[in-house]
């Protein structure tokens, strides 16, 4: 028995229609306001304009504000490697965060990062806890 395809557009269609159930204008709006506040969609109550504008950020910014160490160890050590070099913590919370679109990066990844922004290496043994 073969599969039936799948159908993007009705899938982004209905995330769509339940977002603006919650009180966004579409589902992009809701992902990028669930990823600023931190919160899952399954924890909001219904959201106002209100509340969407008293929290709207660019795309690409996140709130350093709302991180606490131990949620992601990687990111913490990212961040401690970087204020030894001078950057500010919550510029490389964002760093790192618009690297990982929002979630975990690997040590490759990280790596790759730091080449870039820091322009050395970080292939020494580093340990995260």
């Keep these: 028995m073969a599969r039936k395809p799948r159908d993007y557009s ?3 269609q209905r995330r769509n229609e339940l977002a603006r159930e919650r009180g966004f204008s579409s589902y992009g709006q809701q992902r990028r306001y669930t990823e600023y506040v931190a919160t899952p969609v399954r924890y909001l109550a219904p959201v106002t304009q209100e509340d969407i504008a008293a929290t709207y ?19 913490d050590a990212w961040i401690r490697r ?11 919370y964002n760093l790192y965060k ?32």
């Design 10 to 12: 009705r899938e982004y």
């Design 57 to 75: 950020v660019p795309r690409g910014y996140y709130n350093y504000e709302y991180y606490e160490y131990g949620d992601d160890r990687l990111l």
């Design 98 to 129: 618009q690297r990982s679109r929002g979630g975990q990066l690997s040590r490759a990844q990280i790596g790759r990062l730091s080449r870039e922004v820091v322009g050395e290496d970080w292939n020494e043994k580093w340990s995260t806890s």
């Design 82 to 92: 970087l204020e030894g070099r001078g950057y500010d913590a919550e510029e490389a």
